[in-house]
């Protein structure tokens, strides 16, 4: 049974560091694409960045880019999101999502097929 448990979410002050970690279990990574997404209370579900778990090749959001690192661990079957220079609006519930059948990098929510419960981040000013 595929599963993705989202962890390390909190309460960061703006300008810190938080790292998120979406441990994979029921499948091996290394042969799909996983996704972080975001949401914040009423706004649309956002692709932040994925990770191509073959070769670690990724995409990000330019809301992120340049503050946000995707990596993985295949042997832990785990994939981080480290996250820096966090700014309010990047307070939401993270999620991540893996995607099957095809490993080009999407950041289109609908491209993802199974997806964790999400783990909160509250950026305070």
């Known amino acids: 049974q595929v599963q993705l ?3 390390g979410g909190d309460t960061v002050q703006s300008g ?3 790292r ?3 441990a994979a ?3 091996t990574l290394g042969l799909n694409v996983i996704g972080w997404f975001r949401q ?3 706004k649309e579900r956002e692709g932040v960045g994925c990770i191509k778990t073959s070769d670690g ?3 990000y959001a330019s809301s992120v880019k340049g503050r946000f690192t995707i990596s993985r661990v295949n042997a832990k079957n785990t994939v981080y999101l480290q996250m820096n220079s966090l700014k309010p609006e990047d307070a939401a519930t ?6 099957w059948g095809n490993t080009d990098l999407s950041l289109s929510q609908y491209e993802y097929d199974d997806w964790g419960q999400g783990t909160t981040v509250t950026v305070s000013s």
Not at 94 to 99: D, L
Request: contains cysteine.
């Open 20 to 22: 998120l970690s979406c």
């Open 5 to 7: 448990v989202e962890s």
């Open 16 to 18: 810190g560091s938080l």
């Open 40 to 42: 914040a209370p009423g």
């Open 57 to 59: 090749s990724t995409i």
């Open 25 to 27: 279990s029921g499948f």
């Open 94 to 99: 993270y999620y991540c999502a893996t995607r």
